[in-house]
Nanobody, 124 residues
Framework: VQLQASGGGLVQAGGSLRLSCAAS????????VGWFRQAPGKEREFVAS????????YYAKSVKGRFTISRDDAKNTVYLQMNSLKPQDTAVYYC??????????????????WGQGTLVTVSS
């Protein structure tokens, strides 16, 4: 499956953005999908994940209550709604897919396919 992340941009602190992860080449309904981010000079970190069925969702502590992950299998797309954004949320955001949610969803090594990343910049 090929993934394309989009929706990033520049937003003021307290604002919102919705990221999209669109899939092609296969149906996303059989994949667990995760969002990760990498800030300048830092390692890539887990943000959120949703299982192939949508029944299991995880969030990093730093985003829980502010971010919401969801999927629309009819559109072959997974979304990350980001509210109450903070300057520390500034990063390149990547989506990734794992067949049948194989592996540990919070670990980047569990995912086979990665999108190209979309930059989110939150100004103070």
């Amino acid at each position: 499956v090929q993934l394309q992340a989009s929706g990033g941009g520049l937003v003021q602190a307290g604002g919102s953005l919705r990221l999209s992860c669109a899939a092609s080449g296969d149906t996303l309904s059989t994949y667990g999908v995760g969002w990760f981010r990498q800030a300048p000079g830092k390692e890539r970190e887990f943000v959120a994940s949703i299982s192939w069925s949508g029944a299991t969702i995880y969030y990093a502590k730093s985003v829980k209550g502010r971010f919401t992950i969801s999927r629309d299998d009819a559109k072959n797309t997974v979304y990350l709604q980001m509210n109450s954004l903070k300057p520390q949320d500034t990063a390149v955001y990547y989506c990734a897919a794992a067949p049948w949610s194989r592996g540990i969803p919070t670990i980047s090594g569990s995912y086979d396919s990665w999108g190209q990343g979309t930059l989110v910049t939150v100004s103070s």
